[in-house]
């Protein structure tokens, strides 16, 4: 692996961290303001809209630049928006409004994800060859759940009331923060400014695209474009769908996991998170194990998909604690060792058939229009009261049937074309765009 790539990982790992644990103090601040329960999961929504919105535009901007450079610059926005969520109370606004200006401020933060994303996927595929992107993305997927579970716990730990009371005990902190969400935001803050440095130290791949097009009306159409040739291609679009239904499901079972641990095992909210970071141990594990399959052999991965949804079903059984850990360890193993072969698929036919920024930016659209899908169907459920083991049952049962879907798909694709399987690792004319 060249140096950059080591670079690009520890940005990710800690603008990963911090906006997670800001996820968790979000969720503090409106349940601070007595929000009503299904307002995170929408607030979660939000952020995902934001790649919706600007998934036509995110794949030109990563693509005209340096890749370290657009990193820096999406990092410098999630740390206005942080800094708009610490400010929720510096303009004398009512409860309610004070619940929209946090909306608007982690929208904010989603807007830099969004635009972060591409380049942040797209330097990858400049920095390594084919062979290695499995690999590759081992790494980042594994270091990035790392960082999922860093971030779930220091959220957790900064909004525990025995830690944020020490934390305002300090009389520089009570200059900037006075409620627990403050102080724990204070800090993430940081880590978003730490992240946006060590772009700055990424070096330039040396890879360049044709000049990008900037009349949003022909980026729409072109992105448009980008879409259908993503779904057609027999590859892409298996890789597209199983990553769009992972990524819609991982989000959603987010906040399932922190309802589940307050009705089924009765935590509070920081001990809640704890659970989300005992799951993405899981996935780190799965995901390293999951670097050891070869590019041509990642859609053989396909039938763990299923499995992991099985494993969702046994959530409403357990209730001893070492129980509930083996259940999420699983949950989260099973599902990284299927995500990342599939995700490199992806990534690599979009890199063949589109550009690095553009495919990219397509990816996200699609995963994150399911996370939309997704967390208003589990809004819609808490407002109507459903059992929170109910909805888990809903759950698992739909992320099953969809993987068999797709499974019957892939045979389908392959037996209309016998030579399907040769074509992963091979480059096509999307390479002329270099």
Not at 312 to 318: E, F
Not at 325 to 349: D, E, K, T, W
Not at 358 to 371: C, K, M, T
Not at 399 to 406: D, G, N, P, Q, R
Request: hydrophobic share 55%; with cysteine; aromatic share 10%.
């Amino acid at each position: 692996m060249k140096k950059g790539f080591y670079l690009v990982m520890v940005a990710q790992a800690l603008s990963s961290v911090a906006d997670n644990a800001l996820l968790i103090a979000a969720i503090a601040l409106i349940s601070d303001l007595r929000g009503p329960d299904w307002m995170a999961p929408m607030m979660k929504w939000w952020f995902a809209m934001a790649y919706v919105a600007l998934a036509a535009f995110v794949g030109a901007f990563a693509d005209s630049y340096p890749k370290g450079r657009v990193m820096f610059i999406t990092n410098a926005v999630k740390v206005l928006g942080c800094l708009l969520l610490f400010s929720y109370r510096s303009f004398g606004l009512d409860t309610n409004s004070q619940l929209i200006l946090v909306f608007c401020a982690y929208t904010l933060v989603g807007i830099g994800a969004a635009a972060y994303s591409p380049a942040k996927y797209g330097i990858v595929t400049e920095m390594l060859p084919p062979d290695l992107l499995v690999k590759g993305n081992s790494w980042i997927e594994g270091l990035t759940v790392l960082s999922i579970i860093i971030g779930t716990v220091l959220g957790g730990v900064l909004v525990n009331p025995t830690v944020s009371a020490a934390l305002l005990s300090h009389d520089w902190v009570q200059l900037l923060a006075h409620t627990r969400a403050e102080a724990a935001i204070l800090p993430i803050g940081v880590v978003y400014i730490l992240a946006a440095l060590c772009t700055l130290l990424i070096p330039r791949t040396g890879v360049s695209y044709p000049k990008q097009q900037t009349n949003p009306l022909h980026l729409i159409h072109s992105f448009k474009d980008y879409v259908v040739i993503l779904w057609h291609d027999k590859l892409g679009q298996i890789s597209l769908a199983v990553t769009t239904l992972f990524w819609g499901a991982g989000a959603t079972l987010q906040f399932i996991v922190i309802e589940w641990g307050a009705r089924h095992l009765g935590y509070r909210l920081d001990q809640a998170s704890i659970l989300m970071g005992v799951a993405a141990v899981g996935t780190v594990i799965g995901s390293v194990l999951a670097g050891r399959v070869p590019l041509k052999r990642a859609l053989s991965v396909l039938p763990v998909g299923i499995v992991m949804g099985l494993a969702v079903l046994l959530m409403p059984l357990v209730h001893q604690t070492w129980a509930v850990y083996s259940v999420l360890l699983l949950i989260g193993g099973l599902s990284g060792f299927f995500v990342v072969p599939m995700n490199a698929l992806l990534q690599h036919r979009g890199h063949v058939l589109l550009s690095a920024g553009h495919s990219i930016a397509v990816q996200n659209f699609n995963e994150q229009l399911n996370i939309l899908l997704m967390l208003a169907i589990y809004s819609l459920m808490l407002w109507m009261n459903l059992p929170i083991n109910v909805i888990i049952v809903i759950f698992g049962l739909l992320v099953a049937s969809l993987m068999l879907v797709f499974m019957h798909w892939n045979r389908r694709n392959h037996r209309a074309d016998p030579t399907l399987q040769n074509k992963i690792g091979q480059y096509g004319h999307g390479q002329a765009l270099h």
